[in-house]
């Protein structure tokens, strides 16, 4: 395949800065010779800068709303236009990245004629609206965003929402309130920390996986660093004790990979300033070697149902 390195160093989803390093973590760890090690055609496109933007406004509670929609603008556009060419990977970048890089795929999905879905790798489900969002970081809105949720002004007017049955949560395990509530009236599929353990990761992802299929969908991943446990992604301003293993994201790497679904991918909320000699950087590319084929033997997925 083609895969497309998009460097998107959003660093405006929050407040601790650092994450703008991550593309940069990325390349460093390998990335590109990770995917080319595989057979695959790599291209990087380099870093992206955020579209023409507004200064930001006083008197909000959000952080800066004015360049995160400069990044979502930008963002919408590079997807778009590496879908037709091939498997873009954001490289976050925080989570705001996916303001843009999935409402472009899903732009792009609509104007194929199949349906967009959205496998959400983390420890927030990342639904709140600017509204319902008490921290004011937007990297914890790019569901609520993408799903056609009100309270984006200025945001570009999402014109194909993702459905929510369409989407699938795995990882949870910081969830605020109004993030809840509103969750629990949507057909979003939810996975917590709690039901990994008691089914394992497996189950709840294949059936998801099979939904995708049988739909002929397009599959864009999301993943989170902080979908991992912090005692081996330690390099994440938002960490959360009771993460996925390092074996459970390559699992669910390496399902994704059998399933041959995923079409577009995001690596985002890296903090390379808060890393331990690369060692996040460095199992974020191994999991994404995962997910685009790395595996110690082949045999086929067994059925979990
Ligand atoms: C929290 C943290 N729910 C917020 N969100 C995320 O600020 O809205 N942390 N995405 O990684
Ligand atoms: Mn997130
Ligand atoms: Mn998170
Ligand atoms: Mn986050």
Redesign the pocket.
């Known amino acids: 395949r083609r895969c497309i390195l998009i460097g998107a160093p959003v660093d405006s ?2 407040r601790r800065t650092g994450c703008l390093m991550g593309p940069d973590a990325y390349r460093t760890a390998g990335l590109a010779e990770a995917l080319s090690d595989l057979g695959h055609v790599v291209e990087d496109l380099g870093n992206l800068t955020p579209a023409e933007h507004g200064p930001e406004p006083d008197g909000t509670h959000l952080h800066q709303p004015n360049r995160t929609i400069g990044w979502t603008n930008r963002l919408i556009r590079a997807a778009e236009q590496a879908m037709p060419r091939g498997l873009p990977i954001f490289l976050g970048g ?2 705001a990245l996916a303001l843009g890089s999935v409402a472009g795929v899903a732009n792009h999905a609509a104007r194929m004629g199949r349906p967009q879905f959205v496998l959400w790798l ?3 489900s ?1 639904y709140h609206t600017p509204e319902t969002s008490t921290s004011g ?1 937007l ?2 809105t790019p569901l609520g965003y993408v799903t056609g949720r009100s309270g984006f002004a200025g945001f570009p007017v999402i014109t194909n929402p993702v459905k929510q049955e369409n989407i699938c949560i795995i990882g949870l395990r910081s969830v605020d309130r109004p993030e809840r509530e509103a969750l629990q009236q949507t057909k979003i599929r939810f996975h917590d920390m709690r039901q990994i353990d008691e089914t394992g990761i497996a189950r709840p992802l294949a059936a998801f996986l099979d939904t995708v299929a049988a739909a002929n969908g397009m599959l864009h991943v999301s993943l ?3 979908f991992l446990d912090p005692s081996i992604a330690p390099a ?3 960490t959360v004790p009771g993460g996925a293993t390092i074996r459970e994201g390559h699992l669910v790497m390496e399902m994704i990979c059998d399933s041959g679904l995923m079409t577009s991918l995001d690596l ?2 890296l903090n390379p300033f808060l890393d331990e000699r690369g060692r996040t950087a460095q199992l974020m590319v191994d999991l994404a070697a995962s997910a685009l084929g790395r595996r110690v033997f082949d045999r086929p997925t067994q059925s979990y149902s």
């Open positions: 989803g929050k925080d989570h983390d420890a927030h990342d970081n990297h914890g989170d660093v902080d994440v301003g938002t985002v909320e």
